[in-house]
């Protein structure tokens, strides 16, 4: 791991403000297996700590203590993993899974839109059109990361024209119908290959169908969904926290109780997510969840603010510099990834007026 973590220290910054490594991530992160975290032995995985998707959440969290833009590939690459593992389609995911795990192959998921409507929020933006025992997709995603352009499959959901259940298929980038527009410019998280896809009448076939039932197995995969998203906070919160001791330590040690209040309040938030994607609790109780993955923003918020604090001004002297505004900058990533802050909150609203 040690080879990893130098690289992703080394190029952190640079994976942050521009594009230049956005095709090394990925071979970075395959050459140390993460991909092949929490996935089962006799498909492909390597043994972890409990293997099954708590060490993919943990790979996630130990990344993004460095980068969050490498957290935030390993997570659009292992939740596409994930998908199939989950899927009942077992000839797509013998056919994919191989070059998923050795990274050869780019998995993305442009699942916020499907995550949004599960909870009411917004209807689907692509559609189906019934084509023989598949599917002819017409839509757009707005925002899908891990786009690598030599090569990519993607996830979506489905709405049927017909009016029928929603679906979960994918696309592939050689696909004929399936546009991908640029990297979009972004102020941070560049390194990602993060485009938007326009489908225009793109085949999808029966092969390419990952769920048929869309409602019921975006909740059954939801934990690990938002589970490993998780991950990135677990990771860029410690991080700031480690940073945040350190100073304090070594300075008049004034916030040393309420850094090791937050570190504690890490542990457990920890304990608890990991608890709860183990037993299964969150795909009928998903409120709670939600509210461990607000508490976690928030937590990222109170550490990269330990961190600046610690540090005082000497936070702003570029001489001085370690990572701090990388980390305060991708600390503003978290409240908005799929499902963002503002939308669990209106979820757990809908919910609350639901059981009143
Ligand atoms: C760098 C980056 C990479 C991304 N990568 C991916 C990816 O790989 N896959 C993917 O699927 N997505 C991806 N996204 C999209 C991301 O998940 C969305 O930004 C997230 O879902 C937040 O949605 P939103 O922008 O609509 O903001 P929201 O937080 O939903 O809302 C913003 C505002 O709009 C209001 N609003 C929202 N919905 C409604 C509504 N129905 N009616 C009225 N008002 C409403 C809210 O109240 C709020 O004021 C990425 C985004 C970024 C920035």
């Known amino acids: 791991m040690a080879t990893l973590h130098d690289w992703l220290a080394q190029n952190a910054d640079t994976l942050d403000q521009s594009e ?8 970075a992160l395959a050459a140390h297996g993460s991909f092949r975290a929490g996935v089962p032995l006799a498909l492909g995985g390597e043994p972890g700590e409990y293997g099954d998707v708590r060490d993919a959440i943990l790979g996630i969290a130990d990344v993004a203590r460095y980068s969050v833009t490498a957290a935030f590939v390993y997570w659009g690459q292992r939740s596409f993993i994930e998908y199939l593992l989950q899927s009942s389609n077992t000839a797509l995911r013998d056919r994919l899974l191989p070059s998923l795990l050795d990274g050869s192959l780019a998995g993305a998921t442009g699942l916020s839109n499907a995550m949004k409507f599960l909870s009411g929020m917004e209807p689907l933006s692509v559609q189906g059109t019934a084509d023989g025992d598949g599917w002819r997709l017409n839509g757009k995603l707005a925002w899908i990361t891990n786009l690598r352009p030599q090569r990519f499959v993607a996830a979506a959901a489905v709405a049927p024209v017909d009016g029928s259940t929603p679906l979960v298929a994918m696309f592939a980038s050689g696909d004929d119908g399936v546009q991908r527009s640029d990297n979009l410019q972004l102020i941070a ?8 896809v326009r489908l225009e009448n793109v085949a999808a076939p029966a092969d390419y169908v990952i769920a ?5 197995w975006l909740a059954r995969v939801r934990p690990a969904f938002l589970g490993m998203q998780c991950g990135m906070s677990i990771g860029l919160a410690a991080a700031s926290l480690d940073k945040a001791s350190q100073v304090a330590a070594a300075a008049r040690g004034q916030l040393g109780e309420q850094i090791a209040a937050a570190q504690q309040a890490l542990k457990a938030l920890t304990a608890q997510l990991l608890d709860g994607v183990a037993d299964g609790r969150f795909v009928t109780a998903a409120p709670s969840m939600f509210k461990l993955r607000i508490a976690l923003a928030e937590l990222v918020q109170q550490a990269v603010t330990l961190e ?6 000497h936070a702003y002297l570029v001489q001085e510099e370690d990572g701090f505004a990388r980390r305060w900058r991708e600390s503003a990533f978290i409240p908005v990834i799929t499902p963002s802050i503002t939308q669990l909150q ?3 609203a809908k919910h609350a007026a639901a059981t009143q």
Do not use: F, I, W
């Not at 998280?189 to 938007?196: F, Y």
């Open 20 to 27: 230049s490594l956005s095709d090394e991530v990925m071979p």
């Open 189 to 196: 998280m560049r390194g990602s290959h993060t485009a938007a």
């Open 212 to 216: 048929e039932q869309a409602p019921e």
């Open 308 to 313: 600046l604090q610690a540090k005082g001004g």
């Open 346 to 348: 209106a979820a757990l």
